[in-house]
């Protein structure tokens, strides 16, 4: 069966810090996979989508960036952290079903 | 572009009551699909329908999807504290893009 990881479950970054966040999914190959951003209370934000190694279409501009080196590895990273960078982040997989990890509550202080 | 509006936002209901949220969409859609995130936790996906007039349940809960594919309900009868949680909507566009709604938050009183 297909398992998606993502981690760390929480972070606390202060401002001007780098971010990277990983989510690898297993048990399936060639999915499409998804960054979601999540603010308190709020609804799902699409940041990013691939549907390929190396393939990355990006949603929304801002000082967030994703790569996908390997099939089943989805990376989201910052090189700079703002404070209203602080939300919930979601890796999800999936083709037309979305599928999603336990998320990553960032706090950026 | 493509939306997907989810009313209410909120709804406050006593345990024992029913809660239905509602999505209608600006396109047609290829299906729709259903997400429960409890509180604290990730979006769980619930079901999807994908043809007109579809209809589905799961125990209390009663999906349906709209004759024209651009609207779907929710509707959970005799609420327990256990559906607390926020229900999403996400249409399946014609560009295979799912677009979310914003999400609607079953609060039961105490």
């Known amino acids: 069966s297909q398992t998606i990881h993502q981690w760390p479950a929480t972070l606390v970054q202060p401002v001007g810090s780098p971010l990277s966040l990983e989510c690898t999914v297993e048990?399936?190959?060639?999915?499409?996979l998804y960054w979601y951003r999540q603010a308190a209370g709020r609804g799902l934000q699409l940041l990013f989508y691939?549907?390929?190694?190396?393939?990355i279409s990006s949603e929304v501009p801002q000082n967030l960036s994703a790569s996908r080196p390997q099939d089943r590895q989805f990376i989201l990273s910052s090189k700079k952290l703002l404070l209203s960078d602080s939300g919930f982040y979601l890796c999800?997989?999936?083709?037309?079903?979305?599928?999603f990890g336990q998320g990553t509550r960032l706090t950026v202080v | 572009g493509q939306q997907v509006m989810q009313i209410p936002q909120y709804q406050h209901v006593q345990e024992g009551e029913d809660f239905t949220t509602y999505c209608n969409s600006s396109?047609?859609?290829?299906?729709i699909q259903w997400y429960k995130q409890r509180p604290g936790g990730h979006p769980v996906f619930l079901i999807q329908?994908?043809?007109s007039g579809e209809v589905k349940k799961q125990k209390r809960l009663t999906f349906q999807f709209g004759e024209a594919k651009k609207n779907s309900s929710l509707h959970i009868t005799a609420t327990q504290t256990t559906d607390v949680g926020t229900y999403f909507c996400?249409?399946?566009?014609?560009?295979?893009?799912?677009?979310w709604g914003a999400g609607t938050k079953l609060i039961i009183k105490p």
């Open positions: 996400a249409g399946l566009s014609s560009n295979y893009q799912l677009i």
């Open positions: 329908l994908v043809k």
């Open positions: 396109t047609t859609l290829s299906n």
């Open positions: 999800a997989w999936g083709n037309t079903e979305a599928f």
């Open positions: 048990g399936t190959s060639n999915p499409n």
């Open positions: 691939s549907v390929g190694i190396g393939q």
